[in-house]
């Protein structure tokens, strides 16, 4: 009953490091995403995967890149981390774009500090 | 463009008392989509309750209860006789197509206190 199970919970970079967050989800869900979620902001996507092998960039992509390994797996890349990235970090997923009656699952969140 | 408003930053309730979630929302699309998340103290994002911009009803579940209005482009959200546990942050989402790819409102900070 894991769910979406997102890696690592906390983190503290430094600017300029690069580092990957990692997803999962044991639901056979064929659509995630990743959201970023900042004080008084509400949640923005970043990038989503409608299915296995396709991404697709959300509202605020930039600084960001992404890989759906697996229908299971998919994990954000922070390739030179900035101050503006810090942020919790939520993953999603969905059982298919256009789901009638299925509901939408997000992991627990990784809080993430660039100093 | 999409927009999801949620004027109400923060609200304070006695507990019984009863709480309206405020949600305007503006998009162009004659399909959408509208949600509730819950969001409680230990951050995780609950959902409440989808509806589709064709079903106007109401809905009632336990003590919550939802009123969309296509007229005036609103999905408002009442908890009635609040209880400390309802205390969390709630977000009001759009979608144009996808359960997953969500405009998210601010948010509004529901305190419920003893």
């Known amino acids: 009953n894991a769910g979406v199970t997102q890696t690592p919970k906390f983190q503290v970079l430094k600017t300029g490091q690069s580092m990957t967050l990692q997803c999962a989800q044991d639901m056979n869900h064929n659509s995630m995403y990743w959201y970023r979620q900042d004080p008084g902001m509400g949640l923005r996507l970043i990038y989503y995967?409608?299915?296995?092998?396709?991404?697709d960039k959300g509202e605020v992509p930039n600084g960001y890149n992404v890989s759906r390994l697996n229908k299971r797996e998919f994990s954000l890349r922070l390739e030179s981390a900035a101050p503006s990235q810090t942020s919790v970090y939520f993953c999603?997923?969905?059982?298919?774009?256009?789901?009638?009656?299925?509901?939408?699952?997000f992991g627990q969140g990784t809080r993430l500090t660039v100093v | 463009a999409q927009k999801v408003t949620q004027a109400q930053t923060e609200i304070s309730v006695v507990e019984k008392e009863d709480v309206t979630l405020d949600c305007v929302y503006e998009?162009?699309?004659?399909?959408?989509?509208l949600f509730w998340y819950k969001q409680p103290p230990s951050g995780e994002l609950v959902f409440l309750i989808r509806?589709?911009?064709?079903?106007?009803q109401n809905e009632i579940s336990g003590r919550y209860s939802w009123n969309f209005q296509k007229s005036t482009s609103s999905f408002n959200f009442t908890i009635t006789a609040s209880q400390v546990v309802d205390s969390a942050v709630y977000f009001c989402?759009?979608?144009?197509?996808?359960?997953?790819?969500?405009?998210f409102g601010a948010g509004t900070q529901v305190v419920v206190t003893p």
């Open positions: 989402a759009l979608s144009p197509d996808s359960w997953g790819k969500l405009q």
């Open positions: 999603a997923s969905s059982y298919q774009p256009q789901g009638p009656n299925t509901e939408a699952f």
């Open positions: 998009t162009r699309d004659t399909t959408y989509y």
């Open positions: 995967s409608a299915s296995e092998g396709t991404t």
């Open positions: 509806r589709n911009s064709f079903d106007e």
